[in-house]
Nanobody, 115 residues
Framework: QVQLVESGGGSVQPGGSLRLSCAAS????????MGWYRQVPGKQRELVAR???????KYSDSAQGRFVISRDNANNTIYLQMNSLKPEDTAVYYC?????????WGQGTEVTVSS
């Protein structure tokens, strides 16, 4: 099971940008379905963006056109570039890696978008 550590969260004004990072403990080149999820209190964790095999990606409707997921296999890190942030993007963002018998999740990094 791979260990994941997120960073890059913080507070930003609406319209601002943040880049989240997720550093993995092992070689991620074989993990082609890593991604980012987010959760707000009282709601289910939801997909933001993920790889769906190779370099193909999938985004939620709310992230499409504003967020970009990328990866650096040499440094075992994936990223989430978030632009044009809105107050409704406020959440704890989690890095995810499917695995067997258990998926791996990071501890989360908090993003607050507020004026």
């Amino acid at each position: 099971q791979v260990q994941l550590v997120e960073s890059g969260g913080g507070s930003v004004q609406p319209g601002g940008s943040l880049r989240l990072s997720c550093a993995a403990s092992g070689n991620i080149i074989r993990f082609d379905r890593m991604g980012w999820y987010r959760q707000v209190p009282g709601k289910q964790r939801e997909l933001v963006a993920r790889f769906v095999g190779g370099t193909d990606t999938k985004y939620s409707d709310s992230a499409q056109g504003r967020f970009v997921i990328s990866r650096d296999n040499a440094n075992n890190t994936i990223y989430l570039q978030m632009n044009s942030l809105k107050p409704e993007d406020t959440a704890v963002y989690y890095c995810h890696c499917p695995g067997w018998p258990f998926d791996s999740w990071g501890q989360g990094t908090e993003v607050t978008v507020s004026s």
